[in-house]
């Protein structure tokens, strides 16, 4: 399978704890994103990198969250002291973007399968 | 703050009936329109949109989009269980970031 991918699939914790997701994105694509769902409604962008580099954080993405893509390959997002709020499903997509930073157009974003967080 | 308003929210159908899903967005720097299904995992790609009045087809889904009135349809005909899901619409704009809508949960009974 060359999807995007993402581990775990499920977690469950308890609030306070720390959690870390993992994504690994299409070989060749340059650009990972990192999304949160919450039940019925659309995804919310969080942050994105192309290769390495972060290049935009919502203002979603609080202190407690921070994300990393070290090698521009697999990304992961750590979640520190987590709350109940931060229940959600975490989505990574990754797309193909010419050249470095914007462009004037989008590129298609294809989504992995989700990691389902549950904070008790 | 960028705004994309799907409707209906949930809909049901029977199988065979033909469906129209609405999406309207307010942007800034508005690049592509795109719509996605989403069955209860990874939303999955349909559609980008970047042109007013072009539209797009794949098999039973088809899509177009008015820049001037701000707004995309997704039509599905001859509808089939298997098109149960929520269908997302998302708006890009500069940055890369996807705005999405709520979604509509379409349900197709036999």
């Known amino acids: 399978d060359t999807g995007v991918s993402q581990d775990p699939r499920h977690k469950i914790t308890k609030r306070g704890q720390n959690v870390t997701f993992r994504c690994d994105p299409i070989?060749?694509?340059?650009?990972l994103y990192w999304y949160r769902q919450t039940l019925g409604q659309g995804p919310e962008f969080l942050t994105y990198?192309?290769?390495?580099?972060?290049?935009?954080k919502s203002r979603l993405l609080s202190d407690r969250f921070s994300a990393e893509r070290p090698k521009g390959s697999f990304s992961t997002l750590e979640i520190q002291r987590t709350e109940q709020g931060d229940s959600a499903m975490y989505l990574c997509?990754?797309?193909?973007?010419?050249?470095?930073?914007?462009?004037?157009?989008?590129?298609?974003?294809?989504f992995g399968p989700g990691t389902r967080l549950l904070v008790l | 703050e960028d705004k994309v308003v799907q409707s209906p929210l949930s809909l049901v159908v029977h199988e065979g009936d033909t469906v129209t899903l609405n999406c309207s967005y307010e942007?800034?720097?508005?690049?592509?329109l795109l719509w996605y299904k989403q069955e209860k995992k990874a939303p999955t790609f349909l559609f980008m949109l970047?042109?007013?009045?072009i539209e797009k087809k794949s098999g039973r889904l088809s899509s177009i989009l008015d820049k001037k009135e701000l707004f995309s349809i997704l039509n599905i005909t001859a509808t089939q269980t298997g098109d149960s899901a929520v269908y997302l619409c998302?708006?890009?704009?500069?940055?890369?970031?996807?705005?999405f809508g709520e979604g509509t949960q379409l349900t197709v009974n036999p």
């Open positions: 998302a708006v890009g704009t500069s940055g890369s970031r996807l705005t």
């Open positions: 070989s060749e694509h340059n650009r």
């Open positions: 942007v800034t720097n508005f690049r592509s």
């Open positions: 970047t042109s007013s009045g």
């Open positions: 997509a990754s797309s193909l973007a010419a050249g470095i930073g914007t462009s004037g157009r989008t590129e298609t974003q294809y």
């Open positions: 990198f192309q290769n390495e580099a972060q290049l935009e």
